[in-house]
């Protein structure tokens, strides 16, 4: 079936590392992505999004990268901070009109002092 | 970004009751949608809420056990009917279009309301 997925469900960085959380993707008609952050006891948080026409986006702090040939999502972020510790998702939108959002299974990002 | 609450944040209820949980928007939106996130899980969407017409509900979710109502652009309700323990989860709305998006199809995620059912 179609399926947005993650390769781990736990990541451990030393503040000031980067971090890289990557995701996969079935299905080669998916057109927008988007990644999420989580905090314990909130709703998710928009990070950044791209679009399938680009292969790289730049926030602050962070980067996505896609690779529409291994259908290939990752979110790095770079100097991690404490703050950062989260469940992070990523996520597919289908379609420039429809808004109907599917989520991965997540990763959960803690910070190594 | 659009300011969303909800109501309540929390509750613990009986198995066969009812739960309406609200959920209200800082200004106008197009699109307004609920969410169930179960306990360490990813957030699977139940269904969009269409003001003023009946929601469009997923597959595995039906106005029955999921009413739906979303009177205006800004407010919607979402009851839990008729509960079982398997109820118990995050319940989470989120908003998309309107004057305080801030790119291309954003959607803004309310912080949820835990409901634990007994």
């Known amino acids: 079936g179609e399926s947005v997925g993650l390769h781990l469900p736990t990541l451990s960085v030393q503040e000031g590392d980067n971090s890289i959380i990557n995701c996969a993707y079935s299905n080669s008609a998916s057109d927008y992505f988007i990644w999420y952050k989580q905090e314990s006891g909130k709703g998710p948080q928009f990070i950044i999004d791209i679009r399938s026409n680009m292969d790289k986006r730049q926030g602050q702090r962070v980067t996505v990268l896609l690779n529409k040939t291994v259908k290939h999502l990752s979110l790095q972020i770079a100097a991690t901070q404490p703050g950062d510790s989260a469940v992070y998702f990523c996520a597919e939108k289908r379609g420039s009109s429809a808004s109907k959002i599917i989520f991965g299974s997540g990763t959960r990002l803690s910070i190594r002092p | 970004s659009a300011v969303i609450s909800q109501k309540p944040s929390r509750d613990i209820c009986q198995r066969g009751t009812s739960l309406t949980i609200q959920c209200q928007v800082d200004s106008q939106v197009t699109m307004m949608f609920w969410y169930r996130q179960q306990p360490g899980q990813s957030l699977t969407l139940i269904a969009t809420?269409?003001?003023?017409?009946?929601?469009?509900?997923e597959s595995g979710f039906v106005i029955d056990k999921f009413p739906i109502s979303r009177p205006n652009l800004t407010f919607s309700t979402l009851t839990v009917s008729n509960m079982s323990p398997e109820d118990s989860s995050i319940y989470l709305c989120s908003v998309e279009g309107g004057g305080k998006t801030l790119s291309y199809n954003e959607q803004f995620f309310g912080p949820g309301t835990r409901l634990t059912v007994l």
């Open positions: 809420a269409n003001q003023g017409s009946e929601a469009t509900y």
